[in-house]
């Protein structure tokens, strides 16, 4: 009677089961980072798997799913990896400080107003003025010799 060498062989398919898992979750990672459009298709190539693997992995299924929805969301642009998306706590700060920089600049437009509106009040009390931008023409201007 023959050794049973089925052990060896279920730990062999583990194996095997595992190091796909690994390239699949790598490619994935990879064209997420790269902002390559994922499908099963793409990652299935990328990874070197088949499409009904992947259908067959619950976990990868949801996010192939989660990543092509947002792809949908923002069809022009070049989605942004996750880990190089901005906080909620970033974008807080972001509009904060554009937000004190308009208090800011309103602030000096202001002051630049009301200053022009000064000037333009002294000079049109000046005697002899007309309030307006004198006509005289400029002189003619020499060239080289």
């Not at 050794?3 to 595992?18: C, F, G, Q, Y």
């Not at 902002?35 to 499409?51: D, Q």
Request: hydrophobic share 35%; with cysteine; charged share 35%.
């Amino acid at each position: 009677m023959p050794a049973d060498n089925s052990h060896l062989i279920v730990t062999a398919a583990r194996r095997r089961s595992a190091a796909t898992r690994r390239r699949a979750v790598a490619a994935l990672r990879r064209m997420d980072a790269t902002g390559t459009a994922i499908t099963f298709e793409t990652l299935a190539r990328e990874a070197g798997v088949s499409r009904s693997w992947l259908y067959t992995q619950p976990d990868l299924k949801a996010e192939i799913e989660r990543l092509r929805a947002r792809r949908r969301l923002i069809p022009a642009a070049r989605p942004v990896p996750d880990r190089q998306r901005a906080s909620d706590a970033s974008l807080l700060q972001r509009l904060e400080a554009a937000t004190k920089r308009n208090r800011q600049l309103e602030s000096e437009n202001r002051e630049l107003r009301e200053a022009l509106a000064l000037g333009e009040r002294r000079t049109a009390d000046l005697p002899g003025r007309r309030g307006d931008t004198p006509r005289k023409k400029s002189s003619n201007v020499i060239g080289p010799c």
